[in-house]
């Protein structure tokens, strides 16, 4: 399935309720978790005792789960329920109609001694054929494995690999985006500041951050 090695294959489907049977859960998210899923299979378990792969100090296995949906639609959130529900990283295929994209959340072990993931942020490539993703396991670990199938599928987001660790990389990107934010909010208040001096000042607030998103972007 997907390019990948027989012996990663389960091929299960997983019943939706699973998923929020036990946990208590907004009456809008179990809606949109029934409205937009229409069934779930875990498809692939990428793991050492299934590949010639060597432990990973940060992920431990890496499971293939295909989502298939009834209109296209996917809320960030409902991702979110079933990555928490599961203590290892998962690599999305969502599928729908004819097309289908994929999707990964960066995470992060909050200690050492934790065996639960934090979800910090989804990356997705665009909508393609149905077929067309070949899915390919780059690299010698587990870790290794995971960081190149994010840093694939987020594309220009993320840094260059070879200055940075993926956690810099998305810490990076995670300033930048906090910069962008503040160099939109003070552009819109410089456009409707009408005290000369007021607006001088915010101006030289805007070239400041601009500074610093120019640090950032390298």
């Known amino acids: 399935m997907f390019g990948l090695p027989a012996s990663t294959e389960c091929n299960r489907r997983i019943p939706k309720q699973k998923f929020y049977e036990k946990s208590e859960l907004s009456p809008a998210l179990k809606k949109a978790f029934s409205a937009q899923i229409a069934s779930i299979h875990w498809r692939n378990k990428i793991a ?16 293939v789960f295909e989502l298939r949906l009834n209109d296209g639609q996917m809320d960030e959130a409902v991702l979110r329920l079933i990555d928490r529900a599961i203590p290892y990283h998962i690599l999305f295929v969502l599928v729908w109609e004819a097309r289908m994209r994929l999707a990964v959340a960066y995470k992060e072990t909050p200690d050492a001694k934790s065996t639960g993931v934090r979800v910090e942020r989804y990356y997705y490539t665009d909508w393609m054929p149905v077929g067309e993703a070949a899915l390919r396991i780059e690299g010698l670990s587990m870790d290794a494995v995971y960081e190149n199938l994010v840093r694939r599928i987020a594309g220009e987001a993320l840094g260059d690999a070879r200055t940075s660790t993926l956690r810099e990389s998305v810490a990076e990107q995670g300033r930048r985006e906090r910069i962008e934010k503040q160099i939109a909010a003070l552009e819109a208040k410089i456009r409707r500041e009408k005290q000369p001096k007021r607006k001088f000042e915010l ?9 610093s998103l120019g640090e950032e972007q390298g």
Do not use: D, H, S
């Not at 101006?203 to 500074?211: G, I, K, M, S, Y």
């Open 48 to 63: 050492p005792e299934v590949l010639n792969l060597a432990a990973g100090k940060e992920v431990r296995e890496l499971e």
């Open 203 to 211: 101006v030289q607030q805007l070239r400041a951050l601009e500074a």
